[in-house]
């Protein structure tokens, strides 16, 4: 059965919520619908982050729902009848096994897996930017996770508000996802490398001084293609806009914990400044001797050519399931669609304008009308990962019995 989405771009929260309720209702009244969802997301923009526990009480009353996690984002994302719409708040209504599910925070964290509670096998999470050690948390949510699958993003900073059948501040909340439950997708990001791997020879805190033995920022000069002219101390200020799209990727291939957290793939984090005096390059993560070091710019055609590929990864695996559904009885070949409940999309909030709609515009024109939600991010979850400049989906597939 689909889910349930609704969504409204007035700033008035009562109008807001009678649109939801309004919309949730003629949903329902739609073959193969949901009709008796137990779980919520929502997603808010900072307009409505006032309203703390008053919000979850009109969801709550209005729309039927007992259990909703989200957050405050600055971006919020809804598909409508017309396309990908940008509003003020946006909602999913989910009807699952009480088995299948389980909403969890610091004050309720994550139980082991039972004879009713299978344990966690895909974890939809929410995190805090300023969260001291942000990305242990996360990284000990994915050891509890069966397959480390946890997805998701920070909410908006300064506002840090996320929900967890509660108002929250802080450290991370979400729900984890069953293994009964098919989550398809993964992570994508918009990035062209501009250089080779290297490896960080002296570092101290979060600056690289030396790659490979050499000087940190000319390596990254040469990786950029930048004149050897150009580099004199007082030229540096005309390097600054094309250091502004570097992106750079880390790995630590002597941490097989860390490397299968973060699903083989490097972790992204931005070039945040540079020390011409003492030739480092300053990133947003802590560093360490050892560690893989990638330089990479962002592109726009590189990422929707990246979303692409994922979405017809998505779209194969779904045609797949289809199949098995049709061999199985569960439905015909005739007008057969694609067997999707809904999906979650999470994007980097640098990511707007043009890039951002043609992002939606891409999800569309591969998944169809499906039940969509999403959000902008300050940083995205993949693979029990804290990434950047990425965009992460995943798809609720009908389960196909065995």
Known sequence: MRFITAHSSSSSWPLALESLAAQVARERARAETVTRPNLGLVYVDPRHAVLGEELLAGLRERL????????????????????????????????????????????????????VWRGAHSVLAHGDAEQPELDELVLELGERCENRDVWGGIVSPGCGAQFADAVLQGGVSGVAFSPRLSLLGGLSHGLQAVGPARTVTRCTDNVVYALDGQPALGALLDDLGEPRERRERQQWRELVPSLRDVVVGLSWPEDELRQAAAGAAPLLRGLIGIDPGAQGVALAAELQPGMQLRFCRREAAVSLRDLLRLCTEVREELEQRREARQAAGHCSAAGAGPPVRGAVFVTCASRRGSVLSAQWQLLRSQLGPVPLIGFEAAGEFSGAGLQAYSSVLRVFAQDVPV
Do not use: N, T, Y
């Open 64 to 115: 039927g729902v007992a259990h909703w996690v989200g957050g405050v984002v600055s971006g919020v994302f809804a598909a409508g009848e017309q396309g990908i719409e940008s509003c003020g708040v946006a909602v999913m209504l989910m009807q699952l096994a009480q088995r299948d599910f389980r909403v969890f925070s610091g004050r309720k964290p994550l139980p082991q897996a039972s004879r």
